[in-house]
Structures are given as C-alpha cells and as structure tokens.
C-alpha cells in the first residue's frame, strides 16, 4: 500500500497509444509508478482500463491477500469454496504483469492486455492519476466512467474526507 504521506497521482492527460502499442507517460506517472528497482505493475482493472502501480506496493497487496487465502485453506475454512478460490486463482493469474518503462516513461502495453484495453496503435488513449495510482482508459470506456461517477463526486469527497 502506498505511503500515506505519498503526494496524491492526479491529473488527465491524451496520449496517442503508438503503432507498435507503446504509450509515453507524462513524467511524473512515470515516476509515481515506478519502484527503486525500475518496476512497473500494469494490472487489469475493468474492461476498458488498465491501472499502473509500483511493483513492491502492488506486490505487497497480493501478498497480503494470499497469505489471508492460505491460512483459510489450511484451517479447511474454504473446502465449501473451491470453485470461487479456483476463479479466483484464474483471474490472479491473468490479471496482471511486470514491465519496465522504457526511457524511464515509455510503456509497451502487454499482448493480452491491449484486447482488454481495447485500443489498437495509432488511437488515443485518456492517461488518468487516481490518487494511489495511475489508469490508462479507453477514450469511450472513460467518457462512460465519468458520465456514471461525476454526479457523486461531492458525496462520495465529502463521505471519504470527514
């Protein structure tokens, strides 16, 4: 989990997502998502969007939740629940990889993930900061997420702020 005392990622920019699927990041992503070792996670987020992360605070979260797993598994707490720990297992296993940014900002979006993103090169992209992280959306896909979540930011900054 990212420090708390870490500035908040936010701002929108426009990028065009290149032929050979490479994307360049405004500096400043670039650096929020990267870890001392120069990783980057892209993750799957929802269809249409894919979230960038610093690969030890990604890396400790999934940690985290699977040691959780585990020791339910080993209590015999989850035998009623193979087929749920099976998706899960499924979706853990596909939902996101490691890269490394080129020129310490230039990201080539994975095989697999490009068809979840849904942008084939030479289209644009919105590249969005969400405060703990930093998404990548499909224009449309983000258009939609904006006309649904708009309405409640006051609410929903008043409810997280209090």
Request: proline share 3%; glycine share 8%.
């Amino acid at each position: 989990m990212p420090d708390q005392t870490e500035t908040f990622i936010t701002g929108e920019v426009k990028r065009t997502l290149d032929e050979r699927h490479r994307l360049t990041l405004p500096q400043e992503f670039a650096q929020a998502v990267t870890d001392e070792s120069g990783d980057t996670i892209v993750a799957k987020e929802r269809y249409g969007c894919l979230s960038l992360w610093k690969a030890a605070d990604w890396q400790k979260r999934i940690d985290d939740g699977v040691s959780i797993l585990r020791e339910k598994i080993a209590r015999g707490r989850m035998e009623q629940r193979w087929s749920e720990v099976q998706r899960l297992g499924r979706l853990l296993s596909t939902r996101y990889r490691t890269v490394q940014l080129a020129n310490r900002s230039r990201l080539t979006v994975p095989e697999g993930f490009r068809e979840f993103l849904g942008v084939a090169g030479g289209q644009d992209v919105m590249v969005v900061g969400a405060v703990i992280c930093v998404e990548v959306w499909n224009q449309d896909a983000w258009l939609a997420q904006l006309r649904d979540d708009m309405p409640e930011f006051g609410p929903l900054f008043k409810e997280l702020s209090e």
